[in-house]
């Protein structure tokens, strides 16, 4: 039977500890107790869109919190009444917390039968994926999939996907492979060898330039090699001497 629940996670940013009110909830006595029980209380409030309850009617108390927490009670009112000086929980009519911050907070994943539709779709007129990135979840555990496993396994996806679509694999062409500083630049393993004999010693400049070039412009090329070739001989094109125009000025007096 297909599990059609939904997944949820919380979505930290990278400068979530330096936020103003956490520093300042840390640096307090027993802050990094605070800082815990806060993290926990937002996964616990993650089902019920950032109310701590129980269930509809039950909003959990301080004594219960203490207990899912396992911390004690006198370390949970402190760290409440804390909170919500500092904005990060606020209490409702009906007696429960919410936490304030939870909409930049939740994160949704769908289940794996979900996923695989979605990864289906994608794939349409697409060459079949390799089977080490298929496989992944293997098909007996199609419907347990953990949420974190499914998002590593989009993430693979997608990579596939553009790694397939910028490289323009053909029917009996060798697949191409990612170069460069920001993987951007797709080059078969013919195409690589070519470029470091047409090019010794500049054939790593020129990746890494083009790579810089896509990643900063957006800008999309058909044959990244083909690029890279003109790309050089442009260069060699504005290294070339000019010739100059023969002088056919004469003084006074002087035949040509």
Known sequence: MADNRKYYYLKLKESYFDEDAIVLLESMQDGVLYSNILLKLYLKSLKNGGKLQLDENIPYTAQMIATITRQQVGTVERALQIFMKLGLVEPLQNGALYMSNIELLIGQSSTEGERKRRARRALQGQAALPEAVADKCPPY??????????????KEIDIELE?????????????????????????????????????????????????????SSGKKYKNHA???RRWAADDEAKKAPKQKIPDYSYREGESL
Do not use: H, M
Not at 141 to 154: G, S
Not at 175 to 187: D, E, I, Q, S, T
């Open 226 to 228: 083909a690029t890279i």
């Open 141 to 154: 555990a199609a419907d347990i999939c953990p949420p974190e496993r499914e998002l590593e396994i989009e």
């Open 163 to 215: 790694i397939k679509r910028e490289g323009g694999i053909k029917p009996g062409q060798t697949a191409r492979a990612p170069f460069g500083r920001y993987k951007n630049v797709f080059l078969s393993e013919k195409e690589l060898a070519e470029l470091q004999t047409e090019l010794p010693g500049k054939w790593e400049y020129y990746i890494d330039r083009l790579s810089g070039y896509i990643a």
